[in-house]
């Protein structure tokens, strides 16, 4: 069978995951369509049906991502036994996200791409933010409503600091900058923000 009447069950997604392998290989700028084409055996006219260019794959790639992503936050927010435990449970969700999946969260964070031009792309970001954003809302309940830091503020903080650690402290050798691990990372710079905001009054 020739190369352009080969027919993939599901191509546009055959190209997704052969992407996040060249993600991972090469970077979110080092890879061609023709590269992610030959990668599931089309030819490299075949992804143009589906993607107008590498950008708009890019975007589902991180669309997908932060769909994952959300769900991994929404699973940790349910399993925690109180507010506190659920929070810190996501910021090691966001950590296992990062090293499991890493294509994908390059794609959603290092590729350059714009989420706020795409709109599936950016109702998957504002998912995932709202997840944070919630269980910032339910730290709070205990404090005055007068007092209470902004939930939303909180969220992009930790998300930060999450972030932060990632790219820090989770690539490369384990421990080359850190005698301390990226959990623990995370979790005690969690919980000195939380302390300084009077959420931990302990």
Avoid: C
């Amino acid at each position: 069978m020739a190369r352009d009447s080969y027919h993939h069950g599901n191509l546009r997604q055959a190209l997704v995951e052969a992407t996040v392998s060249l993600i991972e290989e090469k970077g979110p700028q080092s890879f061609t369509l023709a590269e992610a084409a030959r990668a599931v055996g089309v030819s490299a006219a075949a992804p143009y049906r589906h993607f107008t260019g590498r950008d708009e794959l890019l975007e589902e790639i991180a669309r997908q991502g932060f769909e994952e992503f959300a769900d991994r936050l929404e699973a940790a927010l349910a399993q925690g036994r109180t507010p506190l435990s659920a929070f810190l449970g996501m910021g090691q969700a966001y950590l296992a996200f990062a090293a499991e999946r890493r294509g994908y969260y390059i794609a959603m964070f290092e590729s350059g791409i714009s989420i706020a031009g795409n709109s599936g792309l950016t109702q998957a970001a504002d998912r995932a933010r709202g997840i944070l954003v919630r269980a910032a809302e339910s730290l709070f309940q205990r404090i005055p409503e007068e007092h209470r830091p902004p939930a939303g503020m909180t969220a992009d903080h930790i998300w930060a600091l999450s972030h932060g650690v990632v790219e820090l402290f989770s690539r490369g050798k384990p421990g080359g900058r850190s005698p301390i691990s990226p959990a623990d990372m995370l979790e005690s710079g969690t919980l000195i923000y939380l302390r300084g905001l009077g959420v931990i009054t302990d």
